[in-house]
């Protein structure tokens, strides 16, 4: 049958769609575009820190980071920028300090040796710290200390502040330095601590001083007051009229184990980054304080001290048995701390 027989017609099935206004489609393209410029511009807030808070711009300030220093790759760990609680350390802030702990034992010229490290313009080193029990109960006061002093918030009379370059402490080894050696090592590590030993040669001329020192706690020979360290010869005098007594039966073992806990010490301690020091060696030889300035890495100036040396001359002028302290040890290791000539 034709088309024109159809009972259905021709333009039956013939829908005209309506034409889409555009002004909706103007307003979701302006929508899409002001989202994309709502997220880019958030995105960009964040990377210069600024915020949008209740109407108001919230700037971020971002402080300046120092240069790198000019030091070699193995040298980076010693170098630190700490940033104290205690005051603002300004102009300097970008002075990079160095972390020491002296390691020593009493009476072995620790306490002139770091007077003339604090002769330093830049080196602050705050004294026996650890002599205080509650300093040293267990690790975390320790730990607790010793981020105080290298933080540089240890504020003593030997505080350099702002201007610090390298900052320390005395530390003797049975102040918990032996007793927690394995954790000690490891902060030192960590942190970066180098440490400075200084130990005294001759164990006889050691433990005559400790003797002598600890004789003077109870005497006060300096009119009632007890003293360590003397800055005049008049002081140093008065105390070298003491003339100790020496336990000879138990000589030989005490120089032993002072001889033993040096060596573990510098054993437990080896893989630190370290120098050695004798006592006898810096008072003879001054160039051996540029060799520590060098390893604390600050100028070289010529350091001094007034403290006063308390036992001058011949150990049989500060002995009162000493004939029987040179029979005990002839013929022994340790005959060569009385055979040995003197040096002031």
């Known amino acids: 049958m034709g088309d ?25 393209v302006l929508m899409f575009v002001m989202v994309c410029a709502v997220y880019i511009c958030s995105i960009c807030l964040k990377q210069i820190g600024v915020v949008p808070s209740a109407g108001f711009l919230n700037v971020e300030v971002f402080e300046k980071p120092c ?18 609680k205690t005051y603002n350390r300004e102009e300097c802030s970008c002075n990079p300090v160095r972390y020491f702990a002296i390691l020593s034992m009493q009476r072995s010229g620790s306490g002139w040796f ?13 004294g026996e710290i650890f002599s205080v029990k509650d300093r040293r109960a267990n690790v975390s006061t320790i730990f607790e200390t010793l981020d105080k002093v290298y933080n540089l918030d240890w504020l003593s009379s030997a505080s350099k502040n702002e201007c610090t370059s390298a900052v320390g402490l005395k530390w003797m080894l049975n102040q918990g330095l032996m007793k927690h050696h394995e954790e000690i090592v490891e902060y030192f590590k960590t942190r970066g601590v180098s440490a400075i030993f200084l130990f005294r040669r001759n164990l006889l001329r050691r433990m005559i001083s400790v003797l002598a020192n600890s004789y003077d706690k109870d005497a006060k020979l300096l009119n009632g007051t007890h003293k360590s360290h003397v800055h005049s010869p008049k002081e140093a005098e008065i105390l070298a009229r003491y003339k100790p007594l020496i336990n000879t039966t138990l000589l030989i073992s005490d120089l032993k184990q002072v001889q033993e806990m040096t060596t573990k010490a510098l054993s437990y301690f080896n893989t630190t980054r370290h120098i050695f ?43 009162q048995n000493w004939e029987e302290v040179q029979k005990t040890l002839n013929g022994t290791g340790f005959e060569n701390f009385i055979l040995e000539d003197y040096r002031k």
């Open 277 to 319: 020091l004798y006592y006898e060696d810096v008072v003879k030889n001054r160039t051996r304080l540029d060799d520590v300035q060098e390893f604390l890495k600050v100028p070289k100036l010529n350091l001094k001290s007034r403290q006063v040396k308390i036992h001058h001359g011949p150990l049989s002028q500060h002995v």
């Open 114 to 126: 770091e007077t003339l490290l604090n002769n330093h313009t830049n080196i602050s080193s705050n």
């Open 4 to 28: 024109e027989h159809s009972l259905i017609p021709k333009d039956s099935f013939v829908f005209k769609l309506p034409k889409k206004s555009p002004l909706v489609l103007r307003m979701v």
């Open 67 to 84: 240069p790198e220093p000019n030091i070699e790759p193995w040298d980076i760990p010693y170098v630190h920028h700490p940033k104290p």
